[in-house]
């Protein structure tokens, strides 16, 4: 009996908690999934990161052995102040001396990276005037950029989502979460190739270095706004028509961004996700404010037949009241 109770007092406990527990397990299936990922990449790129130092340790013992009038202090300092530069996009090569990262181009492709927060790092301001700059310019410029991307996600999705599942819902008759489940495939793979397979193969052509894999991964990188940098087109240094290029990279950011944006939104709106949401949510629990309402509508619809009926009263009267006056003759007139 008492096991029974206990079973009963339990389940009850969970249907009426049921949000905060499937909450829970998402968390708990979050920190799983960063653990996954924690160990696949320490799995695969640690030994690559143990070979290329073991690589530099011999290429570095080598030079010093074969310039013996050169001091390991000497060469730590000049490696250091050039590591140094070359995070801040400056390089000593000589090849790459002809690359301006700071030019009217390269400054347009810099700021578009700022603004979509996809922040490649490759190059970052050098003064504390740019820097300072950089963050008022980020703090107005990231909300303002976010408001352009939602009016302009919005107005696509009418006539991209919208409106051809409606057409073809009341067309055909079929059902709408169907109808919105086969359009959402139908423009993830729309936008995957146009955005992702034929520009990965255009840079493929154009960057010496690269090749389809290393061309998709940048696509992906810089449209999903991760950024890493370890990737950046036009960097070559007998890159031919480099301003052209930047500018044609930074119109290809954007339009990807949006196509994006508005994929993602299409498969938000879908119904499946929008119940699978709610699994996670909190329930609104409101009944106080519904009750306070209605009797706030109960309230004026009263006080509103109130005054109706009054003024129905006010219209049976009289607008005037006069005396009555005798006439000589003896009849009473009434005046109105």
């Known amino acids: 009996m008492l096991q029974s109770l206990t079973s009963n007092s339990c389940v009850r406990l969970i249907q009426s908690n049921k949000s905060t527990w499937y909450f829970l397990f998402l968390v708990l299936g979050y920190v799983l999934y960063l653990i996954f990922g924690a160990v696949v990449f320490s ?8 070979l290329l130092r073991q690589e530099l340790r011999n290429i570095k013992r080598q030079f010093l052995q074969e310039n013996k009038c050169l001091s390991e ?12 530069a070359s995070n801040y996009g400056v390089s000593v090569l000589n090849n790459a001396s002809a690359n301006w990262n700071w030019d009217f181009t390269s400054a347009l492709f810099f700021a ?5 927060t996809t922040g490649y790092g490759h190059t970052a301001p050098l003064s504390d005037g740019g820097k300072a700059f950089c963050i008022v310019y980020s703090v107005i410029g990231i909300p303002f950029t976010l408001l352009f991307l939602t009016a302009v996600v919005q107005r696509i999705m009418v006539f991209s989502t919208r409106r051809p599942v409606m057409y073809v819902h009341t067309r055909w008759g079929l059902s709408k979460p169907v109808v919105a489940a086969f359009h959402a495939a139908l423009l ?13 193969a255009v840079f493929s052509a154009l960057e010496e270095d690269w090749n389809f894999l290393e061309s998709f991964y940048f ?15 036009g960097e070559g240094y ?21 196509a994006v944006l508005v ?8 119904q499946q996700l929008k119940q699978l949401r709610k699994m996670f949510y909190l329930k609104k629990e409101k009944p106080q404010d519904r009750l306070t309402i209605l009797d ?26 006069v005396p009555v006056l005798s006439s000589p003759a003896g009849e009473d007139h009434i005046i109105r």
């Open 263 to 270: 994929v993602l939104e299409t498969f938000c709106e879908l």
């Open 112 to 116: 578009s990276t700022v603004l979509s």
């Open 43 to 50: 799995s695969v790129e640690l030994p690559y990161e143990d």
């Open 296 to 321: 706030h509508d109960h309230l004026s619809f009263t006080s509103v037949s109130d005054q109706a009926a009054s003024l129905r009263e006010d219209k049976t009267e009289p607008f005037v009241d």
């Open 73 to 84: 202090e000497r060469l730590e300092e000049f490696l250091a102040k050039a590591l140094e």
């Open 238 to 258: 007998n890159q031919r028509f480099r301003e052209l290029y930047k500018v044609g990279i930074t119109i290809y950011l954007l339009l990807g961004l949006i």
């Open 219 to 233: 696509c992906f990188i810089s449209l999903s706004t991760i950024g890493l940098g370890d990737y950046v087109p």
């Open 188 to 200: 993830a793979v729309v936008t995957a190739a146009g955005f992702f397979l034929i520009p990965a």
